[in-house]
């Protein structure tokens, strides 16, 4: 390998580590801010509430720590594929506990 | 080269293990996909006794051969063993595990390693379902749809069935995801998207639905083993749970379901038919997009199982709607299969006899299914043997049929040998009339309110239960003729040649048997499949 590549490898793993380190500091975050929605008491709100957080959570996750960031345009799609089937899966099922 | 001037092929690939062992450890996809085929055929042996039996104690109003008990555990097993494993792995497992690497000009699939471990998973699932007869208080009697509250309360032995259910959907996540990177990653050069046969289309629509759908199933029946063993209350109202939630979770995946069944079966029929036409496919395109569309849409018509189910006005009305939406697609295969044959050189050999059954028992399956998914019409025939009759016309008259022209369509490639037409011509003439004389009475039945999965009937009901009872017969006699025919014809057929048929596609070009890693080299494609215009040479120009 020539000098150049490796110096470039390594100020990448240096940046990379640096991005995990807050990657994981900001699911401390919202762990700890998770925590403090349920002690407000809430109902409803909070469920709400802690689901995005959840989903938030999540996304970090796949963003830094599954590398869906530096992945190609196509697979980023089809990563929202399941997502959007999720979504349609639950709002169907909705219109029947909406409307029941 | 045998004394009948066969190549073993792939037969004799080169390996440290000998006998059984060099199958079951292997990882060639063609080994893995006639392990395949073997397995879900024997468990479709089982499966077809559960149903003759069935129709046996059918025949008379009354006990005939069995108790009320024991035919629960026959309809449920039937279901079960039909379902999971055989009609749902079918196609994909074996002949798309078989042909889907050699169409698109690849050595094996991305991950053979996790091929013949999904293999593994689908015996010990298997496996797991036969125990669950024999052990615990007694086989499941809740049907194959385990429907909560019964399936929670029931004294039988669930868990079990429930777990080996569980243990075949990883087996099918396994095979899909395989597909997929397989597809993407390993065409040949110059193989793009448009040039991929329609069979390859069909198993890559087929492999996201198993990717997507199969979870939920897999999550669903965890609750009720949750529910079962440490009573958390999801689905039993006693417990504070909801018996539709059930539903919904089993039918967001069991409808998918039918699509994995189905979409194969149409990609074979799409195979059949040019070469047995000479003739390009009308509407490529179409017919590919048809399948991703069947596929999309599939996944949004759950609710029209549960239309009696206490289900909201308003969802009967909305998933009413998009069943029928999926009948466009479908109808455009149909037309364009059917345009396809249109002023061909039609030859009518086994294979399209199968195909051409598939397009009749299909079309008379998915227009019943249009008065299943009208709500006013549904209710009148819901739980009725209306449903048994539709669903049977659907899976057996078009995913089955066409598997075993498939079967024959391909059957010299994987042994190099014919099979015998006249048997076989035969075979299927017992099947098509034992087929329409077993199913077609259960429309009439259904409509005169015969419920299903009862051990008794009214006696007015007995004379249309007696030709049905028949027709199996007539069936059974068919499946023997069929097996005995092809069993024969790989150990004594004449040779077949690398190309029989005249076909386009890779798997023609290679030798009957294909060599172990298929190709001697990697093919380069230039034009599409299925062109028989002499001026633009032969299907998958090859560089």
Redo the contacts between chains.
């Keep these: 390998m020539n000098p150049g590549k490796t110096e470039q490898l390594k100020t990448e793993n240096k940046n990379g580590e640096m991005t995990y380190i807050l990657a994981w500091a900001m699911l401390v975050a919202l762990t700890a801010i998770t925590v403090g929605v349920y002690t407000l008491h809430l109902g409803t709100a909070g469920v709400a509430i802690a689901l995005v957080i959840a989903s938030l959570k999540a996304g970090v996750i796949l963003l830094f720590f599954m590398h869906l960031r530096q992945e190609s345009r196509f697979l980023q799609s089809v990563f929202l594929l399941p997502v959007f089937l999720l979504g349609a899966i639950i709002g169907l099922t909705f219109i029947d506990v909406w409307y029941r | 080269m045998n004394e009948s001037g066969i190549q073993p092929g792939f037969y004799a690939a080169p390996g440290s293990r000998t006998g059984i062992f060099s199958w079951i450890f292997s990882t060639d996809h063609k080994r893995i996909g006639l392990l395949y085929l073997f397995s879900i055929f024997s468990f479709f042996a089982v499966g077809v006794c559960f149903g003759l039996l069935m129709r046996l104690e059918l025949i008379a109003p009354g006990r005939t051969i069995v108790g009320p008990s024991t035919y629960n555990a026959f309809f449920t097993l039937h279901g079960v063993i039909m379902i999971f494993l055989f009609v749902i792995p079918g196609i994909p497992v074996s002949l798309g595990n078989f042909f889907m690497p050699l169409q698109i000009g690849a050595r094996d699939v991305a991950f053979p390693r996790i091929n013949l471990l999904s293999w593994w998973f689908y015996i010990t699932g298997g496996l797991l379902a036969l125990l669950s007869l024999f052990t615990g208080h007694g086989p499941p009697d809740t049907g194959w749809t385990f429907y909560a509250p019964y399936s929670i309360r029931t004294g039988t032995n669930v868990v079990l069935a429930v777990s080996a259910a569980f243990v075949l959907g990883m087996s099918s996540i396994l095979t899909g995801l395989n597909f997929i990177t397989t597809i993407h990653r390993m065409r040949a050069p110059g193989m793009t998207w448009f040039r991929m046969p329609l069979f390859v289309w069909s198993v890559y629509a087929t492999a996201w639905v198993q990717i997507?759908a199969t979870p939920?199933l897999g999550i669903t029946l965890l609750l009720v083993i949750i529910e079962r063993l440490f009573g958390v209350g999801f689905f039993d109202p006693a417990k504070g749970g909801d018996p539709?939630?059930y539903q919904?979770l089993f039918w967001?995946y069991s409808h998918p379901a039918v699509y994995i069944m189905i979409l194969p079966a149409m990609g074979v029929v799409t195979e059949i038919i040019p070469v047995f036409s000479r003739r390009t496919v009308f509407g490529y395109k179409a017919i590919a997009f048809s399948s991703m569309a069947i596929a999309s849409v599939g996944?949004?018509v759950w609710?029209h199982h549960m239309f009696t189910s206490?289900?909201?006005?308003?969802?009967r009305v909305?998933?009413s709607f998009i069943t029928f939406i999926v009948a466009i697609p479908s109808g455009v295969k149909v037309f364009n299969w059917v345009a396809s044959m249109y002023k061909g050189s039609i030859r009518v050999d086994a294979p399209l006899l199968f195909v051409l059954a598939f397009i009749f028992l299909f079309s008379i399956g998915g227009l019943t299914g249009l008065i299943l998914g009208a709500l006013a019409t549904n209710i009148q025939v819901h739980g009725t043997y209306f449903v048994v009759g539709h669903f049977h016309y659907v899976i057996f008259g078009g995913a089955v049929f066409a598997f075993f022209g498939g079967l024959h369509y391909w059957f010299p490639k994987i042994t190099g040998r014919m099979y015998n037409e006249k048997r076989a011509r035969l075979a299927w003439l017992f099947l098509f009339i034992g087929f329409n004389a077993l199913y077609f009475p259960m429309f009439i039945l259904g409509w005169e309110g015969m419920p299903r999965r009862y051990y008794d009937y009214l006696p007015k009901f007995q004379p249309l239960n007696v030709v049905s009872t028949v027709g199996s017969w007539i069936v059974a006699t068919g499946l023997i003729l069929l097996f005995a025919n092809l069993l024969r014809s790989a150990r004594k057929g004449a040779a077949a040649g690398p190309n029989p048929w005249g076909g386009t596609t890779l798997e023609w070009q290679t030798s009957s048997p294909p060599p172990h890693e298929n190709f001697g080299e990697i093919p380069v494609i230039t034009q599409g499949p299925y062109i028989y215009n002499p001026s633009k040479g032969k299907g998958h120009g090859t560089a």
Excluded: E, N, Q
Aim: proline share 0%.
């Design positions: 997507l939920i539709i939630l919904h967001t996944y949004f609710g206490g289900m909201s006005d308003v969802a909305v998933f």
